[in-house]
């Protein structure tokens, strides 16, 4: 983490800086797989929204640091948490249409990137 956000009034339940880079490890794992569980699934046909989504929700999720820590715009970035945040369910609402599974790998994302928003959004408010 850098001094600006060292700086910041962090809402109540602000994890540790130490756990960002295992959870995300984690979830990106589970991503990974769900994708690939996806396409394993899914026939050729039908693909095109689900990724058309998916591609918009990844642009989401990469956009968001350097939003939030790049351009220390903690507004902007809470803009973007809550396409991520809507994104997110839609990927997973089109996943569960061809694998259960490769949902039910997202969910533990999905909980995060709503922690994280409240994060976010936490960090709007008190600063």
Do not use: E
Request: glycine share 4%; aromatic share 14%; no cysteine.
């Amino acid at each position: 983490m850098n001094a600006w956000y060292a700086s910041l009034t962090l809402p109540p339940l602000t994890p540790p800086s130490w756990v960002f880079g295992p959870a995300w490890t984690i979830l990106y794992t589970l991503i990974a797989v769900s994708i690939v569980v996806y396409y394993r699934a899914r026939p050729l046909q039908g693909r095109l929204v689900t990724t058309v989504v998916l591609a918009f929700h990844l642009l989401t999720n990469f956009a968001w640091s350097p939003l939030f820590f790049g351009l220390q715009r903690p507004g902007l970035a809470l803009a973007d948490i809550v396409l991520l945040d809507v994104s997110l369910v839609a990927v997973i609402l089109l996943f569960r249409r061809a694998s259960r599974l490769a949902a039910a790998l997202l969910a533990p994302y999905l909980l995060w990137v709503l922690f994280a928003t409240y994060l976010n959004a936490g960090i709007v408010a008190l600063n």
